[in-house]
């Protein structure tokens, strides 16, 4: 079956006016047809038997291995930054990095994208629109990647760690403050009244108030 033939159903011609009224829940892929959408769907459940001789990146069908190949025989390669590319049109959106073309425009703000799934997420911050809702708490958010995010609040999953000890994390960005708190010695916050430094701002915060008397000299 070929999964990856729907990345041609995603219209990337900013002229294009017909509708993609069914997304992909899981990374905010839009399809014209509920038949396409399906087939979409299955990249992200089904079992990855096809393995890549020259890196052993593993994929759901032969059809996403041959496609993975044109990276490493470098078919689809940038003139510019050498970089390499499975598909064509992989190629010509990053083409877009270099040429500086953002032919996607929001109607509300005039704000230019080079991807159409950028305007999307984009126009939600007109629309308030929150696709992405918590089936444990309700909570609701734009972006799929956000909802992943939360659900670790639930799930307890913690798949960052640190690389200097045990510690993990639900996100990548605690790791960089554990990072700084625990294994650090940077200082980047300097008191203005006496250039005591700080680790963070919130220690910097609490420092400061401690000048209230200079301050209110």
């Given amino acids: 079956m070929n999964t990856e033939a729907d990345s041609n159903?995603?219209?990337?011609?900013?002229h294009d006016d017909k509708p993609k009224a069914h997304m992909c829940m899981v990374c905010d892929k839009r399809?014209?047809?509920?038949?396409?959408?399906?087939?979409h769907e299955q990249a992200h459940t089904a079992e990855k038997l096809y393995s890549c001789y020259l890196c052993e990146k593993r994929f759901q069908t032969q059809y996403s291995l041959g496609?993975?190949?044109?990276?490493?025989?470098?078919?689809?390669?940038?003139a510019e930054c050498g970089k390499c590319f499975a598909k064509k049109h992989d190629l010509?959106?990053?083409?877009?990095?270099?040429?500086g073309q953002?032919?996607?425009?929001?109607?509300?703000c005039g704000t230019r994208f080079t991807h159409s799934s950028h305007l999307v997420k984009h126009s939600r911050i007109h629309s308030?629109?929150?696709?992405?809702?918590?089936?444990?708490?309700?909570?609701a958010f734009c972006e799929a990647a956000s909802l992943n995010t939360h659900m670790r609040v639930h799930t307890g999953d913690k798949?960052?760690?640190?690389?200097?000890?045990?510690?993990?994390f639900s996100q990548m960005g605690n790791v960089h403050i554990h990072h700084r708190h625990a294994h650090s010695n940077r200082r980047p916050y300097e008191c203005p009244y006496c250039?005591?430094?700080?680790?963070?701002?919130?220690?910097?915060?609490?420092?400061?108030?401690?000048h209230s008397g200079v301050m209110s000299a």
């Fill in 9 to 14: 159903d995603i219209t990337e011609h900013s």
């Fill in 92 to 99: 010509t959106v990053h083409l877009r990095i270099h040429s």
């Fill in 31 to 39: 399809f014209r047809t509920k038949a396409n959408l399906n087939r």
């Fill in 67 to 78: 496609e993975h190949i044109n990276v490493h025989s470098s078919k689809y390669k940038c």
């Fill in 195 to 210: 250039e005591k430094r700080y680790k963070t701002s919130s220690h910097l915060n609490r420092h400061v108030r401690s």
């Fill in 102 to 108: 953002k032919p996607f425009e929001c109607a509300v």
């Fill in 159 to 168: 798949p960052y760690k640190c690389p200097l000890c045990d510690k993990t």
């Fill in 128 to 139: 308030e629109e929150k696709p992405y809702k918590c089936l444990e708490c309700d909570k």
